[in-house]
């Protein structure tokens, strides 16, 4: 498996599993068969709500002898609801009492959101906190607490754009690792990519495979289908792959970190193979005319009705 460089070192296996969406009951076994097939990068998340059957899978693989602790590189990330100081280490303890670990390797803050304690998801603008209120820089620096005290080897954040990553990077003590966001080519984000690697920023990918599977409120109407465009079919055909062997080789080739998510077995190996899938620059070319700035992921569900967020401010 090919790695990524992190800024302050060590570096990240550049395809990872990604476990938004597996369901529990389903996911324990996913990962004792994922790490079987190979896989040694895990991205996981509180808010995913499966991070104790994680732990357990974990913990089995380690007792049957497949893979050590620190052969995995095991990402987290701290819920909208636990933004505020004292609320940011119980937050990360939950997520490693439940993963059974004494450290992550990456913690990332999820959203560029405050949530009020206890409010999983907004149903009014009542549920939410400004910036204003909870300043992305006190969550930032209750994190570089956590990681001082050896709970969390790296730091990093999600969904956040490049001035919200310049304006952190510009007061962090500890550096920001990665940032990870939606990319696929109908969302290339060049300038922001270019904008991390600037600060040192590595850039991991999410729904690289347009998240076919996300549930029905994150649905728009016309949604393009990623998987079934033709000039991805047509490249997928002339390497004799698949067309999410196209979308995940894309990302690696373009020096980002990507974490399909996939709870089948086949499409699990499928998808380990493809970070060696190697695209020529007319390949890389084609899938690069894509990009139409498109979001599956646009964040509307921070922004109902007198919410302090805006989409237009998420993304700016
Ligand atoms: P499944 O879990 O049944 O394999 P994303 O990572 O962009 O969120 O996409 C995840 C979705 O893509 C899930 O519905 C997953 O289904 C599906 N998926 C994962 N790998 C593949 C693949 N190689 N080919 C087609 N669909 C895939």
Redesign the pocket.
């Known amino acids: 498996m090919k790695h990524h460089q992190l800024a302050n070192g060590g570096s990240i296996p550049a395809l990872g599993l990604?476990t938004?969406?597996?369901t529990p009951g389903e996911v324990g076994p996913v990962i004792r068969e994922a790490i079987r097939i190979g896989y040694r990068h895990f991205d996981c998340a509180a808010a995913y709500a499966n991070e104790a059957e994680i732990g357990a899978a974990f913990q089995a693989a380690f007792a049957a002898g497949d893979v050590a602790r620190e052969d995995l590189f095991v990402t987290s990330k701290l819920w909208n609801d636990a933004h505020r100081e004292a609320d940011v280490r119980p937050a990360l303890e939950k997520t490693l009492g439940d993963l059974q670990f004494d450290y992550l390797d990456l913690y990332l803050m999820h959203w560029p959101v405050a949530l009020k304690p206890g409010a999983f998801f907004p149903q009014s603008a009542d549920d939410l906190l400004s910036l204003a209120d909870v300043p992305l820089l006190e969550t930032w620096r209750a994190m570089e607490a956590c990681q001082k005290a050896g709970l969390a080897r790296h730091l990093g954040v999600s969904n956040f754009n490049a001035r919200k990553v310049e304006e952190l990077a510009d007061q962090a003590e500890v550096p920001i690792a990665a940032n990870q966001v939606e990319l696929?080519p109908y969302l290339a984000q060049d300038d922001l990519i270019a904008r991390c690697a600037a600060r040192g920023v590595h850039v991991t990918a999410?729904?690289?495979?347009?998240?076919?599977?996300?549930p029905d409120v994150l649905k728009k109407s016309g949604d393009p289908d990623?998987?079934a465009h033709p000039v991805i079919a047509e490249v997928a055909s002339k390497h004799g792959v698949?067309?999410?062997?196209i979308l995940?080789a894309w990302a690696v080739q373009r020096g980002t970190s990507v974490?399909?998510?996939?709870?089948?077995v086949?499409?699990?190996t499928?998808?380990l193979a493809?970070a060696s899938v190697a695209l020529d620059d007319a390949d890389m070319q084609r899938l690069a005319a894509l990009d139409a700035g498109y979001r599956y992921i646009d964040g509307a569900f921070w922004a109902p009705e007198g919410s302090p967020y805006t989409v237009d401010d998420l993304w700016d």
Not at 206 to 214: F, H, I, K, V
Not at 242 to 245: E, G, K
């Open positions: 990604g938004w969406k597996s696929h999410y729904s690289p495979l347009g998240s076919p599977d996300r990623l998987l698949s067309s999410a062997q995940l974490i399909p998510k996939s709870v089948n086949e499409r699990m499928q998808n493809a």
